[in-house]
């Protein structure tokens, strides 16, 4: 990365993809390599670190803050999402952001619109997709899709936290031949455990403080494999134990290959997938552990 590519203005937040497309055009004609961190907004310390990975590795970031309405499912919190724009704004200029894309559900789901990109069931119809319905992936690979399309990113950032997301993206990008790196930026948790997430807002103070059992049931998974267990019935039951204590039934607690996302029941070498989701209150909390 070199300081004449990277141009270090300040941050230009634009909604019109016309808009978008000449500023990355211009950056890309000198030479700069595209980096593209897509967001629903409502930032935090998981999304700013992001941000920086996206600094880091790519010469001109382009965030992109869009509550894809596709990904919800009917009952879901669509219209309760945090928002934030103002505040958005201010932390992704602090970050050193050159270009925040705010689109509008009209310029990416213009009349008409009747396409959906579909990754297998096996990758999408486990974990958060068997609980939140195929829709739920349907609708994040169909807005990635176009988000790749519209920035043309040479290199994009997911967060760990959404595990399945990032394993789904990255075989569509794969199998469609987007010409993306896929980067996979480890988890932001407070300094309690707790996986940074815009959904956080909505826990009571009483269940901030129970959904500390979610990051402490994962590393006593992990604590099981240290101990020597193989059989991934005995890792799960070690989590699920911890949530129990905590008075939390967990909406799933499994143990799957951590790139295709088959079922694991014996530790073998490869990178098995912790993955797991509970409802505290009105939040729907998600998080994971990979064991090598
Ligand atoms: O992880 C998210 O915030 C969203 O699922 C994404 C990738 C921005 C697609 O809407």
Redesign the pocket.
């Known amino acids: 990365m070199s300081s004449a590519t990277r141009g270090g203005a300040a941050l230009r937040a634009v909604s019109d993809v016309s808009e978008l497309s000449e500023l990355v055009a211009e950056r890309r004609a000198a030479g700069a390599r595209i980096g593209l961190v897509?967001?629903?907004?409502a930032f935090h310390e998981g999304h700013i670190s992001l941000m920086r990975a996206a600094m880091e590795c790519a010469d001109f970031v382009v965030v992109?803050l869009?509550?894809?309405p596709t990904?919800f499912a009917p009952g879901e919190d669509l219209d309760a999402y945090p928002r934030d724009l103002e505040g958005d704004v201010a932390l992704a200029a602090e970050v050193g952001v050159e270009l925040l894309w705010t689109p509008a559900v009209a310029d990416l789901y213009p009349d008409g619109f009747a396409t959906t990109v579909s990754v297998d069931e096996s990758l999408t119809g486990v974990l958060c997709g068997a609980h939140r319905g195929a829709q739920h992936f349907n609708?994040?690979t169909t807005?990635?899709a176009k988000?790749f399309n519209c920035v043309g990113p040479d290199v994009a950032f997911?967060?760990q936290k959404?595990a399945q997301?990032a394993i789904v993206?990255k075989r569509m990008a794969r199998d469609l031949d987007f010409p993306v790196e896929i980067e996979v930026v480890p988890t932001v948790r407070d300094a309690d455990g707790l996986a940074m997430s815009?959904r956080n807002a909505y826990l009571s103070v009483e269940d901030r403080k129970r959904a500390t059992a979610l990051p402490k049931a994962l590393r006593a998974a992990e604590l099981a494999a240290e101990s020597g267990k193989r059989s991934t019935l005995d890792i799960v039951e070690a989590a699920r134990a911890v949530l129990r204590n905590a008075g939390i039934e967990p909406e799933y607690v499994e143990a799957r290959d951590a790139e295709n996302l088959s079922e694991v029941k014996e530790l073998s070498g490869r990178p098995v997938l912790v993955a797991l989701a509970a409802r505290l209150g009105g939040a729907r909390l998600i998080d994971n552990v990979v064991i090598n």
């Open positions: 897509p967001t629903m907004g992109s869009f509550v894809n990904q609708g994040v807005v990635v988000l997911f967060g959404d997301q993206i815009s």
